[in-house]
């Protein structure tokens, strides 16, 4: 069964900076749109941004936007996700997802393949 890898998680001071990745060994990920979300205690899953597979569509809830940079190196099968200028309302467990295919990126239910997650914590 596919299931993708995140990768980079940990913990940082306010302001600073960590890059996420997310993999899948012996399945090519270039096909498909690619989502990051994030899920923190208490509350829902919620998209953070996407990428098609060429990577010239992309999109960032509006809480990210500026900071956060997703993009993607279908030659070494991985999605990337820069995070700048970290808060300590960005700590959640990111997780990575392939788009089924219909329906909104916004929407976690159109997303299938969920890695298990990595935690990103900001100490304020």
């Known amino acids: 069964q596919l299931q993708l890898v995140e990768s980079g998680g940990g913990l940082v001071q306010s302001g600073g900076s960590l890059r996420l990745s997310c993999s899948a060994s012996r399945y090519p990920l270039r096909n498909y749109d690619i989502g990051w979300f994030r899920q923190a205690p208490g509350k829902e899953r919620e998209l953070v941004s996407c990428i098609n597979p060429t990577g010239d569509r992309t999109d960032y809830a509006d809480s990210v936007k500026g900071r956060f940079t997703i993009s993607r190196n279908n030659a070494s099968n991985t999605v990337y996700l820069e995070m700048n200028t970290l808060r300590p309302e960005d700590t959640a467990v990111y997780s990575c997802?392939?788009?089924?295919?219909?329906?909104?990126?916004?929407?976690?239910?159109?997303?299938?393949?969920w890695g298990q997650g990595t935690q990103v914590t900001v100490a304020s």
């Open positions: 997802a392939i788009y089924l295919g219909a329906g909104p990126w916004n929407d976690p239910a159109n997303f299938g393949a």
